[in-house]
C-alpha cells in the first residue's frame, strides 16, 4: 500500500542518514559502523528499485516509476537497466 511504502522509504531514508553522518564523525568506532549502515541502506534502495521496476512497490505505474528512479540514483542505476535485466525486472517494457 501507499502507507507502507512510504514507510519503507523514510527508514531507508534515514539510515542512510544517520550512517553519513557516522561517516562525517569519522572516529574509530564511527566510520565502520557508519559504513555498514550506508552499506544496508544502499542494498535496501536496491530492492526498492527492483520493486519499483515489477511496479509492485506503488499501486500506480508513474509512481513506481519516479520512485524507482530516484532511489536508483545514488547507486549511479537507471530504471531501465534494472527493469531490463533478466535478474532484476520482470522484462516490463516502459
Given at each position: 500500500?501507499?502507507?507502507?511504502?512510504?514507510?519503507?522509504?523514510?527508514?531507508?531514508?534515514?539510515?542512510?542518514?544517520?550512517?553519513?553522518?557516522?561517516?562525517?564523525?569519522?572516529?574509530?568506532?564511527?566510520?565502520?559502523?557508519?559504513?555498514?549502515?550506508?552499506?544496508?541502506?544502499?542494498?535496501g534502495f536496491f530492492v526498492v528499485g527492483v520493486d519499483?521496476?515489477?511496479?509492485?512497490?506503488?499501486?500506480?505505474?508513474?509512481?513506481?516509476?519516479?520512485?524507482?528512479?530516484?532511489?536508483?540514483?545514488?547507486?549511479?542505476?537507471?530504471?531501465?537497466?534494472?527493469?531490463?535485466?533478466?535478474?532484476?525486472?520482470?522484462?516490463?517494457?516502459?
Amino acid at each position: 500500500s501507499f502507507v507502507k511504502g512510504l514507510w519503507t522509504m523514510a527508514k531507508l531514508l534515514s539510515a542512510y542518514l544517520v550512517g553519513f553522518a557516522l561517516i562525517r564523525s569519522s572516529s574509530a568506532v564511527s566510520l565502520p559502523l557508519g559504513v555498514i549502515i550506508s552499506a544496508m541502506a544502499l542494498s535496501g534502495f536496491f530492492v526498492v528499485g527492483v520493486d519499483c521496476s515489477r511496479r509492485t512497490f506503488f499501486a500506480g505505474k508513474a509512481l513506481n516509476d519516479f520512485v524507482g528512479a530516484l532511489v536508483l540514483l545514488p547507486l549511479l542505476r537507471s530504471l531501465d537497466s534494472v527493469r531490463q535485466s533478466p535478474k532484476g525486472g520482470s522484462g516490463l517494457a516502459t
